[in-house]
């Protein structure tokens, strides 16, 4: 079986490694640290544990930050290591009772943590957010996040609000963003996305009217595009460069000549 060992959010590999390392060689590194648990996802499944203090580095081995591991893991090894990153996170977060600070334990019912106390069950936390395709005519829509290298886009995207619709989530977060009205909202996908435990649900929008605006402390800039002078974009692993290459698609470009962002500095 393979497995997933966990230096805080940063994933143990062997250095050079093309896919998760097996359970014998991951509880070598880990040297008896860690509580180790199973994660499915589908049919497959991956045991995973959290070291409980710091990671000290072993030769040829390596802790890869997450993003970083996107571009390198075969599926369904990704699937399962995202996986087991957002469940080893919410587990190292959840040791204690919110609701009367007592120590907690796995459920023997639930993929939960039980408090021993006043038994309340904390469950794993998945945050919505919404991710959007704004296009009008043979333009789209795209943002330019602090967080971005430089020169890079993306399309827009936002948490969705306690008692809002995705619908509604996506309406405000164009406007808010941009300065932008949409219609015709129709959804498009979605992707786990454990950065740290959101889930990006996708939605293609038409322009309704408005002038662009930045008033985002988020965004350094917002602005139009057409598919073939599109700026560097995210790597194909997001469900962001599948909107994106859905409106090159749609309008005569090859979504391989869509230039992609590349990062300055190993991503973390």
């Given at each position: 079986m393979k497995a997933c060992l966990f230096a805080g959010d940063r994933l143990v590999l062997a250095e050079g490694a093309a896919d998760l390392p097996s359970l014998e060689e991951a509880k070598r590194w880990a040297a008896g640290d860690g509580d180790w648990f199973r994660v499915d996802?589908?049919?497959?499944?991956?045991?995973?544990?959290?070291?409980?203090?710091?990671?000290?580095?072993?030769?040829?081995?390596?802790a890869i930050g997450l993003r970083a591991v996107l571009a390198l893991l075969p599926e369904p090894s990704l699937t399962l290591a995202l996986t087991a990153a957002h469940l080893a996170r919410w587990r190292r977060t959840s040791r204690y009772c919110g609701v009367c600070g007592s120590r907690t334990a796995r459920s023997p019912r639930h993929r939960a943590m039980v408090c021993g106390s006043c038994g309340h069950l904390s469950f794993p936390k998945v945050s919505p957010a919404v991710i959007v395709q704004v296009t009008r005519g043979r333009e789209i829509l795209l943002g330019r996040s602090h967080r971005h290298p430089q020169g890079s886009y993306s399309v827009l995207a936002g948490f969705v609000d306690p008692g809002e619709s995705l619908e509604d989530a996506v309406r405000r977060e164009i406007e808010e963003e941009s300065g932008v009205r949409v219609r015709d909202i129709r959804y498009f996908g979605s992707q786990p996305w454990p950065f740290p435990d959101s889930l990006m649900v996708g939605f293609t929008?038409?322009?309704?009217?408005?002038?662009?605006?930045?008033?985002?402390?988020?965004?350094?800039?917002?602005?139009?595009?057409?598919?073939?002078?599109?700026?560097?974009?995210?790597?194909?692993?997001?469900?962001?460069?599948?909107?994106?290459?859905?409106?090159?698609?749609?309008n005569g470009i090859d979504p391989a000549t869509v230039p992609t962002w590349q990062r300055t500095t190993r991503p973390r």
């Open positions: 996802a589908g049919a497959t499944s991956v045991m995973a544990a959290q070291t409980s203090g710091r990671w000290d580095a072993k030769p040829g081995v390596a929008a038409v322009y309704a009217g408005g002038d662009l605006r930045n008033e985002d402390d988020e965004l350094e800039d917002v602005d139009w595009f057409t598919a073939d002078a599109l700026p560097p974009v995210p790597p194909s692993y997001s469900i962001a460069r599948a909107l994106i290459d859905d409106f090159a698609r749609h």
